[in-house]
């Protein structure tokens, strides 16, 4: 196999050492591992030959982006309520509050940068942090306009002594009232950990919320739960296991009341998330971690080039038929020759939508040089195929969102 130096065209070079499973479980830990024990652990391994980040660098999910920006905006403005004491948008205050900010689209902007910042570090998103950036300027009025509705509904406590000091953590000592934005709860003896977006505490109150910008899901309702029992069992910061009274999940569009778990309640949670912590941690100390293939999971896998079960025949079989409307798909091909500047003839190895042995015209509209002979797992690449003529090689056109990897 040739070797590339091309910063767009990288090795598919699972991890040298498989991480050891986590020592702390949290809910979407826990979520991500019980799905595909693999791609946990092969996001989760270094790669210091690729970056200097924690686990596989992360690639640019635009679909994603939004909610994440969303996210941030609501989080900075809330910190900034709290540590004004100003309790809704209503209040007058809230008008000073966003003044010092710069407005809300201010806020918008500084959120984006903080997010394309984070991801610009990775070597996936070097081609693409320009493109998002441009995608998420467009959307800003919008943006805004969603972190606006879910604002609107917050409700805090008139007078609150708020332990919030900027994005400094919260000192670990038993709480009394006040307001806590990004808090985090442990309960170091079951090894489970989680931290939700806003804690409410006062004589006759104690609410746990969390802000969901995307759509409604059971999930969350567990997750908020699992938020419930460990606030009760955090020895720190709530030493005379007080229970939560409240629990409010806050989406797009409206507030979903979870229910309160009971004493009783929080035992079987407890008993139950215990005993999928170990079994998760089981499932990522096989080497290598067992993979769990399936047509939602795959397709949104950032680490699918690294999995050797997905590039085999037998999956790709599982998954052909399935989103026959999908025009962008993965593939693995070995090029023969060069055909044009930008264009290259090409075998199919594996493939969920053609056999293996079909020919193609890989085209590309970024700088490529491959090699007769590279082996290639091509992920998100466009599919032409020409019905009428069966026997026309298929063309796999990349594109900006299309990533292309050397099988090493
Ligand atoms: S490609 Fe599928 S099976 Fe492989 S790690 Fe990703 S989700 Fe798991």
Not at 73 to 92: H, N, Q, W, Y
Not at 155 to 164: D, V
Not at 198 to 225: M, N
Not at 315 to 324: E, S
Request: hydrophobic content about 40%.
């Amino acid at each position: 196999m040739a070797s590339h130096e091309c910063s767009s065209f990288r090795t598919a070079n699972p991890p040298k050492v498989w991480p050891a499973a986590p020592a702390e479980m949290t809910v979407t830990t826990l979520a991500e591992i019980e799905a595909c024990p693999r791609r946990w652990a092969l996001r989760a391994a270094e790669y210091a030959d690729l970056w200097d980040g924690r686990g596989y660098p992360p690639r640019v999910q635009l679909a994603t982006l939004a909610g994440t920006v969303v996210h941030a905006v609501l989080e900075k403005i809330t910190m900034e309520f709290v540590r004004a004491g100003c309790p809704s948008v209503r209040d007058a205050a809230a008008i000073e509050v966003m003044k010092n900010l710069g407005g809300y689209s201010r806020v918008v902007s500084d959120c984006i940068d903080r997010v394309l910042g984070r991801l610009a570090r990775s070597p996936r998103a070097t081609n693409l942090v320009d493109y998002a950036s441009r995608s998420l300027r467009a959307q800003i009025s919008d943006l805004r306009a969603r972190a606006q509705m879910m604002l609107c509904r917050v409700q805090l406590p008139q007078t609150t002594r708020s332990e919030t000091r900027g994005h400094r953590p919260i000192p670990r000592h038993p709480l009394t009232a006040g307001v806590f934005p990004e808090i985090e709860f442990r309960a170091t003896q079951l090894g489970w950990k989680g931290k939700a977006d806003l804690f409410v505490l006062s004589p006759d109150a104690c609410e746990i919320i969390d802000f969901k910008t995307g759509a409604r899901d059971e999930k969350h309702c567990f997750q908020l739960q699992v938020y419930a029992l460990l606030w009760s069992r955090d020895i720190e910061l709530n030493p005379n296991r007080r229970l939560a009274d409240r629990l409010v999940l806050r989406y797009g569009s409206d507030d979903v009341e979870v229910d309160v778990p009971s004493e009783t309640a929080i035992h079987d949670l407890e008993r139950q998330i215990v005993a999928r912590r170990d079994a998760a941690q089981q499932d990522v100390s096989q080497r290598p971690p067992e993979a769990r293939p399936d047509r939602h999971r795959c397709r949104y896998c950032e680490v699918r080039h690294l999995c050797d079960t997905y590039w085999t025949s037998e999956t790709q079989r599982r998954m052909a038929g399935q989103d026959r409307n999908r025009r962008f798909t993965d593939f693995e091909v070995t090029i023969t020759a060069p055909h044009g500047s930008s264009s290259w003839d090409a075998t199919v190895e594996l493939s969920r939508d053609v056999p293996a042995g079909k020919l193609a015209l890989v085209r590309t509209s970024v700088e490529e040089q491959f090699r007769a002979g590279d082996r290639l797992r091509i992920l998100d690449v466009a599919l032409t195929v020409d019905e009428e003529h069966e026997a026309e090689p298929v063309v796999l056109t990349i594109g900006t969102l299309s990533e292309t990897y050397a099988v090493p």
